[in-house]
């Protein structure tokens, strides 16, 4: 829970009509951002974005029913940052540390078009890989959603990390949905050893358990959804990797904050930098991680 004088600090970022801070579930901070086009939530736990709707549509990002809302647990759904590394790590919480980190909230501002920009802050972590730079996430709500995840090395050191913005997408049905952009892109299948593979098919399609880390791959992939009669976008920079996946029925029984059904009516297509894509950033060098969500009739 945040003390009473850190709500109070923070509600002097609130923008009327705009942006209102309050305590969200688990009374973690939560930013709620309302615009012309779309409304959007942002928990500091995380700098976890965990909702985005458009005016008049189903939301865009999916959020289980069972996500725990704890300082020492990962959000389930949104957009969780997985930031230094990405995966399982001995001793260490899987997909790294920043998406169980309060970060700090460095500004709000609302544009004369009616979009609004948030801009946080990674803590510098003691004891920590040495990201003495800054780490900063800028999210853009408007009629889409943009999403930058800033890198600044101003140590004197080399520094090596992974990042992935692991988005998930609210479908109707995902036996329905297709996937399409990665056609003839390399790929490691994570349900068959990490066997490297190419994609043959022109959309990918679902029928089980799904998780691939494409290589090498700056393409925007679209996602069809009949069911909700909707195209989602998904365009992306500063990224070589993306990764599709759906938990499916075992992997879906396994997670205690997912629901077993709830497999169903999401589907990840995660953009960032990994494995072989890791980013090694030189001293006094920044780059920047974007993906810009959209939607549209189909
Ligand atoms: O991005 C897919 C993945 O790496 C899967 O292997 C699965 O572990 C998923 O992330 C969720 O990871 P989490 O640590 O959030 O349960």
Same mark, same amino acid.
């Given at each position: 829970?945040?003390?009473?004088? *850190?709500?109070?600090?923070?509600?002097?970022?609130?923008?009327?009509?705009?942006?209102?801070?309050? @305590?969200?579930?688990?009374?973690?901070?939560?930013?709620?951002?309302?615009? @012309?086009?779309?409304? =959007?939530?942002?928990?500091? &736990?995380?700098?976890?974005?965990?909702?985005?709707?458009?005016?008049?549509? #189903? #939301?865009?990002?999916?959020?289980?029913?069972?996500?725990?809302?704890?300082?020492?647990?990962?959000?389930?759904?949104?957009? #969780?940052?997985?930031?230094?590394?990405?995966?399982?790590?001995?001793?260490?919480?899987?997909?790294?540390? =920043?998406?169980?980190?309060?970060? %700090?909230?460095?500004?709000?501002?609302?544009? @004369?078009?009616?979009?609004?920009?948030?801009?946080?802050?990674?803590?510098?972590?003691?004891?920590?890989?040495?990201?003495?730079?800054?780490?900063?996430?800028?999210?853009?709500?408007?009629?889409?959603?943009?999403?930058?995840?800033?890198?600044?090395?101003?140590?004197?050191?080399?520094?090596?990390?992974?990042?992935?913005?692991?988005?998930?997408?609210?479908?109707?049905?995902?036996?329905?949905?297709?996937?399409?952009?990665?056609?003839?892109? &390399?790929?490691?299948?994570?349900?068959?050893?990490?066997?490297?593979?190419?994609?043959?098919?022109?959309?990918?399609?679902?029928?089980?358990?799904?998780?691939?880390?494409?290589?090498?791959?700056?393409?925007?992939?679209?996602?069809?959804?009949?069911?909700?009669?909707?195209?989602?976008?998904?365009?992306?920079?500063?990224?070589?990797?993306?990764?599709?996946?759906?938990?499916?029925?075992?992997?879906?029984?396994?997670?205690?904050?997912?629901?077993?059904?709830?497999? &169903? &009516?999401?589907?990840?297509?995660?953009?960032? *930098?990994?494995?072989?894509?890791?980013?090694?950033?030189?001293?006094?060098?920044? %780059?920047?991680?974007?993906?810009?969500?959209?939607?549209?009739?189909?």
């Amino acid at each position: 829970m945040e003390s009473t004088e *850190n709500l109070r600090l923070l509600k002097e970022h609130e923008i009327t009509g705009a942006v209102a801070i309050s @305590p969200g579930q688990g009374g973690l901070p939560r930013l709620v951002i309302t615009t @012309p086009f779309s409304q =959007a939530e942002i928990y500091l &736990h995380g700098a976890h974005v965990t909702a985005f709707q458009k005016n008049g549509e #189903p #939301p865009l990002l999916w959020m289980s029913a069972k996500s725990l809302f704890a300082p020492d647990k990962a959000i389930r759904g949104g957009v #969780p940052i997985c930031f230094p590394w990405f995966g399982p790590r001995t001793g260490a919480p899987a997909h790294g540390y =920043a998406r169980l980190t309060e970060w %700090n909230l460095v500004a709000t501002s609302a544009c @004369p078009d009616g979009r609004v920009t948030v801009r946080l802050r990674l803590p510098d972590k003691v004891g920590e890989a040495p990201y003495s730079g800054s780490v900063e996430y800028i999210v853009t709500v408007g009629s889409t959603l943009t999403l930058e995840l800033q890198v600044n090395n101003h140590s004197s050191e080399s520094v090596i990390f992974e990042e992935m913005l692991h988005t998930y997408f609210t479908v109707g049905d995902i036996t329905g949905v297709s996937v399409k952009g990665l056609h003839g892109v &390399h790929y490691l299948d994570k349900v068959a050893g990490n066997a490297l593979k190419n994609e043959d098919d022109d959309v990918i399609r679902f029928t089980g358990e799904t998780d691939r880390v494409y290589l090498e791959t700056t393409h925007t992939v679209e996602i069809e959804d009949p069911k909700l009669r909707r195209i989602i976008r998904v365009e992306k920079s500063g990224s070589a990797s993306t990764v599709v996946w759906n938990p499916w029925v075992a992997k879906s029984k396994a997670m205690a904050d997912f629901g077993d059904e709830e497999f &169903h &009516h999401m589907v990840c297509v995660e953009s960032g *930098n990994v494995g072989p894509a890791q980013t090694t950033l030189a001293p006094g060098v920044a %780059n920047t991680l974007k993906a810009v969500l959209a939607s549209r009739p189909a």
